[in-house]
C-alpha cells in the first residue's frame, strides 16, 4: 500500500470515528487498525469486514482458478493501480475478487455488476497476487478495444427479465448464450422470482442473477474453507454451511434467506452465541461443502446416561446342580422346559 492509498484509507476510516495509525504500518494494516480500536489479530479482519459491509474470507488456496482467469480475461479492460482487485473464483457468471484494502476502486474496468468482492488478509492477498503475475506474465492479459459497457439492471426484476438483459449486455460464449436461450424458452414468457425456480437456470447463474437484481448479499460454497465450530449433523440437517467463523460473527451460506432454524437450534442448545450475516448460495453446493469437509467439525453431543454400579453375587442369577443336568434327557417329550430351566 502506498502513501496515496494509505492517506485514503486512513481519512475514510477517521470519518467513521475509528482511530488510524500515524503511518502506514510495514505489515497487516488491518490487524493494525483494529489494535487500535481494540480489537485483537484473531476478530480484525471481520471487524473490518463489518465497518465496511464485506464478506471477510480465508481463502483455502491463494490462487486464481481456471475458471476464474477466463471469465477475468472476457472481462477485463486494463488496471489503473499497483495493487488492484484480484481474481479467485467465480459464482456462475460473476467473477470473485479479494482485497486487504476495503476502499480500492479498481476492477480492472470490469463492471460492478459482474464483480462480488471479500476482504482477505494482506499476507493472502500478496500470495494471489504472486499467483496472479505469474500467469499473466506467461500468457498476457489481451484486453478489448475499450471497457465494457452495459445497460442499467433491472431492479427488483424476475428471473425472466434478468436473463434478457443478461444476453444483451454480458460477452457470452456460443454455448453459454445457448444454454441461457434454453432457459429463457423454458420459463414459457413468466418473470418467476422464486428461488425455487433458479433450477431452469444453469447452475449458479439464478443466485447471480438475484444478486444483480437485489444486491442481495451470495457467496460460492466451493471457496468456503473447513471449519470447526458446528457439528456436521447440523449443517446437514438445515442446509447451511459457515464460510466465515469470526470470534463473535459468523457468515452463513444459506439456500433459502428466511432459513431461521439452524440460528434457533445453535442457540437453544447453549451453545455459543454468534451473530449470523446470510449469503445466499446454491443449495447442492452447500452441501458439497458439508460432504467436502465432513469429519473436521465437531461432533454432535450426545446424552449419556449415569449411575452408580453395585456388586451382588444372588440377585438375578440362576443356580445351576451339574448332577441334576445330567439327569435330564433334554431330547425327551417328557421333558418340560421349566425342568430344564430349574
Known amino acids: 500500500m502506498n502513501d496515496a492509498q494509505w492517506n485514503e484509507l486512513a481519512e475514510n476510516l477517521r470519518s467513521r470515528n475509528l482511530s488510524v495509525p500515524a503511518s502506514c504500518p510495514d505489515s497487516d494494516p488491518i490487524a493494525a487498525i483494529a489494535h487500535l480500536n481494540h480489537h485483537d489479530s484473531d476478530s480484525a479482519l471481520e471487524w473490518m469486514a463489518g465497518q465496511f459491509e464485506m464478506i471477510p474470507l480465508h481463502l483455502t488456496r491463494a490462487a486464481c482458478s481456471t475458471q476464474a482467469e477466463e471469465i477475468f480475461r472476457r472481462l477485463a479492460y486494463e ?176 439456500a433459502e434467506r428466511d432459513n431461521f432454524a439452524f440460528e434457533d437450534e445453535w442457540l437453544s442448545t447453549g451453545s455459543e452465541e454468534f451473530h449470523f450475516t446470510k449469503l445466499l448460495a446454491d443449495r447442492t453446493s452447500i452441501f458439497e461443502a458439508i460432504a467436502r469437509t465432513r469429519g473436521r467439525g465437531v461432533q454432535a453431543a450426545k446424552e449419556v446416561v449415569t449411575g452408580e454400579l453395585n456388586y451382588s453375587d444372588t440377585t438375578n442369577l440362576v443356580e445351576i446342580d451339574a448332577a441334576e443336568m445330567q439327569g435330564l434327557n433334554p431330547a425327551s417329550i417328557h421333558v418340560t422346559p421349566e425342568q430344564i430351566i430349574h
Request: charge should be negative; hydrophobic fraction near 35%.
Open 79 to 254: 488496471k489503473t493501480s499497483e495493487e488492484p482487485w484480484l481474481p479467485f473464483g467465480t459464482l456462475g457468471p460473476l467473477v470473485l475478487f479479494a482485497h486487504y484494502n476495503p476502499i480500492t476502486i479498481d476492477y480492472w474496468g470490469i463492471p460492478k455488476n459482474f464483480i462480488i468482492c471479500a476482504l482477505v488478509t494482506e499476507s493472502q492477498y500478496r500470495e494471489l497476487h504472486g499467483d496472479f503475475t505469474d500467469r499473466f506474465n506467461f500468457n498476457p492479459l489481451v484486453p478489448p478495444t475499450a471497457p465494457l459497457e452495459v445497460e442499467p439492471p433491472p431492479v427488483g426484476e424476475g428471473l425472466l427479465t434478468m436473463t434478457q438483459w443478461f444476453l444483451r449486455n454480458y460477452p457470452l460464449t456460443e454455448k453459454e448464450r445457448e444454454a441461457l436461450t434454453d432457459s429463457e424458452r423454458a420459463f414459457n414468457g413468466n418473470d418467476y422470482r422464486r428461488i425455487s425456480d433458479f433450477k431452469l437456470l444453469p447452475k449458479n447463474y439464478g443466485i447471480a442473477f438475484n444478486h444483480i437484481s437485489k444486491n442481495e448479499p451470495s457467496f460460492a460454497p466451493d471457496y468456503a474453507p473447513s471449519q470447526t465450530v458446528f457439528p456436521d449433523t447440523l449443517l446437514e440437517k438445515h442446509g447451511v454451511y459457515p464460510l466465515y467463523c469470526g470470534k463473535k460473527q459468523v457468515y452463513l451460506l444459506v
